[in-house]
């Protein structure tokens, strides 16, 4: 079978949002949190307000790219959606390039 990642610690991942709808007051909200283009979860949110934000918890898993896409809905039934940027879990631990020097002088260990 294909080769999977191994899981890093969970992190929140929050999406937030701003719709103009001049018509009403609550919107249907959904939100999908997305893990390598595929549904990882899913949030609706009814009666949501036109500016708000919204925090899952989710597995990070290394190498994986995550973004939201998020979709607004009015009481007329009219739809709009929209998705975030994506961003990149980096699970390689960094490469040591010389000595660590700590304290208050930068000249001395």
Do not use: M
């Not at 009403?24 to 595929?38: E, K, N, T």
């Not at 500016?51 to 009015?74: D, E, F, I, M, S």
């Not at 929209?82 to 390039?97: E, K, M």
């Amino acid at each position: 079978g294909p080769a999977h990642a191994p899981e890093a610690a969970s992190a929140n991942l929050t999406a937030s949002w701003q719709v103009s709808e001049p018509h009403s007051d609550d919107l249907g909200i959904a939100l999908d949190f997305l893990r390598d283009d595929v549904v990882a979860a899913t949030v609706a949110l009814d009666a949501a307000p036109p500016a708000g934000q919204h925090t899952v918890a989710l597995p990070l898993v290394a190498k994986a790219t995550y973004r939201c896409r998020a979709r607004a809905r009015n009481r007329a039934g009219l739809q709009a959606s929209r998705g975030s940027n994506t961003i990149l879990v980096d699970g390689t631990p960094p490469v040591p390039t010389g000595p660590v020097r700590d304290g208050r002088d930068p000249r001395a260990d």
